[in-house]
């Protein structure tokens, strides 16, 4: 219980002071005009409260990533609460503050695009396409889980099929209706509930006083790491509560609703920390029912399985109801942004404008054909989920690994004056996630090569080094260029 409660304190912490300095290296205009103004249009850039936007942006990046990552990740042991500390204060916080910043200072645009002005057009068109296939997944799973969940616990006799086109509808909706209309009304309330049940969690660690792990007793948990090494596959588990690429794909929606740029750590740093507490409340919820003192048996449970599992343990039902509630609303409410999102990646590089509901619905239709055809064969086919779940896990990690060098090469070059070394703050975590997901696709057995431990660490490090090499020599001509410029 010791180390939950450092944990805790250094997240809050961390926003404070690290989120500090971090606005202080990007360098915030509270006089710029925002593209919620200089755009406005009455779809998708739409002046909003802040506190309004905070909770969308909340659940927009929540998912179940906070929870299921987490306690998925609680199984590695107590190594997942350091990874969700350290990894939202420095890394995703970090992440998400920039690459939302980035989009306001050019004018709201989505990822892609900003990936292509710093890595160049290829990166731009490559992730184009990979970013429209990576929000298809998030909208397959966050379909999945939810209609799974709403279907075991309330609807046993009803065919699944029902919640997945009862959830696709909403979908839909929300995809096409101005943000204000829908997304900006009831994501608030479901942002309270979601907060809600991180609370109740927490007031069973005071009542039922379980003895949750201590960070001294030991990292790792040697019965499933000997299977499992901790380095890289608890940093895939735990996604969504320490760094997600995810996170910059709904960044933009956010940035084309804010009114000020004083805003944004509040809102994009404050939501990654927020989201990071959810995660270290779950993890030590799920590492004590992973323990040698769990009341209940819980091996091969996976994580909405444990969610209701403790849940039924700790929580009268209908407190029971509204935990697993809420993890349904967080769910939901990423899966609709999500396609929202590819909605308007296709839109900026087709250069569609949105104010139509015909042109949004030229790009919606076909993003939802896919989906739904996705949805089927993670249904109907016995490892369909877990595979979909593989390949989103991995590629949302990768994309985090871009997007953490844009913001390196966005430093380097606009903040060059005013912080010649803040690319530092983004260098560090985009060479650790450029590790960890180079390791993961060279170990991973059926997904990627399957090599040895000694094999993948060994390549991973020559990729990574290479990295690092590669933006070093840029950095260099990019210096030595600049110098001419102004000796000319």
């Not at 030590?284 to 039924?312: C, D, H, K």
């Not at 939901?332 to 250069?351: C, E, M, P, Q, W």
Request: hydrophobic share 50%; proline share 5%.
């Amino acid at each position: 219980m010791i180390s939950f409660c450092i944990g805790i304190i250094a997240l809050i912490l961390g926003y404070f002071i690290y989120g500090k300095f971090v606005e202080k290296i990007f360098g915030i205009d509270a006089n710029r005009t925002t593209p919620a103004y200089t755009k406005q249009d009455g779809v998708d850039y739409i002046p909003m409260k802040p506190w309004r936007i905070f909770l969308i942006q909340f659940l927009n990046i929540a998912g179940v990533g906070p929870i299921c990552g987490a306690i998925m990740g609680a199984k590695f042991g107590t190594a997942s609460y350091l990874w969700i500390v350290l990894g939202s204060i420095f890394a995703g916080a970090v992440h998400d503050y920039l690459s939302g910043m980035m989009s306001i200072r050019h004018d709201g645009c989505s990822l892609p695009e900003l990936h292509g002005k710093y890595m160049g057009k290829y990166v731009k068109q490559f992730m184009r396409a990979f970013m429209i296939i990576l929000m298809i997944l998030v909208g397959v799973v966050f379909v999945n889980t939810p209609a799974t969940l709403l279907n075991t616990h309330f609807t046993p006799n009803w065919n699944i099929y029902i919640w997945v086109g009862i959830i696709l509808v909403y979908y839909l909706i929300a995809t096409l209706l101005p943000i204000d209309k829908i997304i900006g009304k009831i994501y608030p309330i479901f942002g309270f509930l979601l907060f809600g049940m991180a609370l109740a969690i927490v007031a069973a660690f005071i009542y039922y006083r379980p003895a949750i792990p201590e960070l001294w007793n030991g990292l790792s948990n040697p019965e499933y790491t000997s299977k499992n090494p901790i380095f890289p596959m608890m940093f895939i588990s735990i996604a969504c509560g320490a760094i997600s690429g995810f996170h910059a794909t709904q960044s933009p929606l956010m940035a084309r609703c804010m009114t000020n740029e004083k805003q944004g750590r509040p809102i994009f740093y404050g939501a990654m920390i927020s989201e990071g507490i959810v995660a270290l409340i779950w993890a030590a919820a799920a590492s004590y029912f992973f323990g040698p003192e769990s009341p209940v048996q819980t091996e091969g449970l996976g994580g909405p399985a444990m969610v209701g599992l403790i849940a039924n343990t700790w929580f009268s039902p209908v407190i029971c109801v509204i935990t697993i509630l809420g993890v349904i609303s967080a769910s939901v409410t990423s899966g609709d942004t999500a396609l929202r999102s590819a909605r308007l990646i296709v839109a900026d590089f087709l250069h569609v404008e949105q104010k139509k509901i015909s042109n949004r619905l030229f790009i919606a239709i076909p993003l939802f054909l896919v989906t739904g055809a996705l949805l089927i064969f993670s249904l109907t086919n016995k490892d369909g989920f877990e595979i979909i779940w593989r390949y989103f896990g991995w590629a949302n990690q990768l994309l985090s690994v871009f997007t953490l060098w844009s913001i390196t090469i966005f430093l380097a070059i606009e903040k060059r004056e005013t912080s010649p070394y803040g690319f530092i703050l983004t260098l560090i975590p985009a060479l650790f996630m450029t590790m960890v997901c180079s390791t993961f696709i060279l170990i991973v057995k059926g997904f990627g090569f399957g090599l040895s431990q000694p094999w993948a660490y060994g390549i991973a490090s020559v990729i990574t080094l290479g990295c690092l090499i590669g933006f070093i020599i840029w950095l260099r001509k990019t210096s030595s260029k600049q110098l001419k410029e102004c000796n000319n």
